[in-house]
Each structure stands twice: as structure tokens, then as C-alpha cells.
């Protein structure tokens, strides 16, 4: 008989691994910097987290006011409710946030890639038109 089985981060509580687990072989999962925990089913490990002991959907950023800014230097795309700290990449360039918000603007034309990769949250990624 086989077990599914999630493996966490104990510090973090980040899923690091996922597995279907022979009977009488949990135990070799676990060590002092996990937590092995059994599921009915395997989940997305990308989408959930440990959070005193319960499995926790990852939240979610909730994007940009907009997605397309004039390229006049003044308008500008808002991000709020970031963690703090974290880090905003705009075209590859980082950017640290530590007050929760992220302003956006452009003098000239094209598009800005933006991603932001802040644990627990899920990853996020938005491409801002500036025309």
C-alpha cells in the first residue's frame, strides 16, 4: 500500500517535495529541517505552504491598478499590499519594496516586465504596456 505524502520546509513551511510513499517508508522523508505530512491526494506543491501545522493555499498578489501607462514620465501603474520586505523585477532590474507599494512609471515607449517572487506568496508576473 503507498501513502502520499508533502514535504515542508520546517523553517519556512515551503513545500519542497512530494512523493508516494511505500508503506514503513515515511519515516526516511523526515528529518530534523522537514515536516512530512499525508494527504489523500497529491497536491500542486507549487500552491500550497505549512502554516502551524495546517497545509495553507499560497496567497495570491493581487496585480497592478493598470496594466497601461502613458510614456510621459507621470502616469504610473500601482502594486499595493506587498509583503515586506520583498523584491519587484522590472526588465530584470531589482527593485526593494518595504513599504507595501510599488509605483511604476515610464518616459518611453514599450514594455516593462514585472516580476515578483516573495515567498509565501504565489509568483507573479504582469507586463505593463507604456505607450
Known amino acids: 500500500m503507498?501513502?502520499?505524502?508533502?514535504?515542508?520546509?520546517?523553517?519556512?513551511?515551503?513545500?519542497?517535495?512530494?512523493?508516494?510513499?511505500?508503506?514503513?517508508?515515511?519515516?526516511?522523508?523526515?528529518?530534523?529541517?522537514?515536516?512530512?505530512?499525508?494527504?489523500?491526494?497529491?497536491l500542486d506543491m507549487g500552491q500550497f505552504y505549512l502554516v502551524a501545522g495546517v497545509i495553507t493555499q499560497r496567497p495570491a498578489l493581487t496585480g497592478f491598478d493598470k496594466t497601461s501607462i502613458a510614456a510621459n514620465g507621470t502616469d504610473d501603474a500601482t502594486i499595493k499590499d506587498l509583503p515586506n520586505p520583498c523584491t519587484v523585477a522590472v526588465n530584470g532590474v531589482d527593485h526593494v519594496v518595504t513599504d507595501g507599494e510599488f509605483i511604476l512609471s515610464a518616459s518611453t515607449t514599450g514594455n516593462m516586465n514585472v516580476v515578483i517572487d516573495c515567498f509565501p506568496y504565489l509568483s507573479f508576473s504582469e507586463v505593463i504596456t507604456c505607450a
Not at 502520499?4 to 529541517?33: E, M, W
Open 2 to 42: 503507498t501513502q502520499n505524502i508533502i514535504i515542508f520546509d520546517t523553517a519556512s513551511g515551503q513545500c519542497v517535495g512530494a512523493a508516494t510513499a511505500q508503506d514503513g517508508t515515511v519515516d526516511l522523508y523526515k528529518t530534523d529541517n522537514n515536516t512530512v505530512i499525508e494527504t489523500a491526494t497529491l
